[in-house]
Nanobody, 123 residues
Framework: QVQLVESGGGLVQPGGSLRLSCAAS????????MAWFRQAPGRERERVAC????????FYKESVKGRFTISRDNAKNMVSLQMLNLKPEDTAVYYC????????????????WGQGTQVTVSS
């Protein structure tokens, strides 16, 4: 049984930083493409970042390039999202997701999801 558990969300001021973590079980982050999505109230779920399963190729939403970094720790079977220079528009529930396909932007391509962690950027 696959389980993804996110942590690290919270309230931060604009310009601040947060690091989200996703602990995986029942699936290996060293071979499964892993992604972070987010969903703000009234908006569709959107992919923020993805890391390929068998390589270190990464993909980012244009608005987070240069501010967010996705990485994985194979030994801990975890995926992280380092977020710098946060903006109010980054406020959303952030989800970790895994797929047996490749890194795609469509959330329907992802087989497994975490419960989500709230990120709020506000002064």
């Amino acid at each position: 049984q696959v389980q993804l558990v996110e942590s690290g969300g919270g309230l931060v001021q604009p310009g601040g930083s947060l690091r989200l973590s996703c602990a995986a079980s029942g699936i290996g982050v060293d071979y499964s493409p892993m992604a972070w999505f987010r969903q703000a109230p009234g908006r569709e779920r959107e992919r923020v970042a993805c890391i390929s399963g068998t390589s270190d190729n990464t993909f980012y939403k244009e608005s987070v390039k240069g501010r967010f970094t996705i990485s994985r720790d194979n030994a801990k079977n975890m995926v992280s999202l380092q977020m710098l220079n946060l903006k109010p528009e980054d406020t959303a529930v952030y989800y970790c997701a895994a797929t047996s396909d490749i890194c795609r932007a469509d959330p329907r391509a992802y087989d497994h999801w975490g419960q989500g962690t709230q990120v709020t950027v506000s002064s």
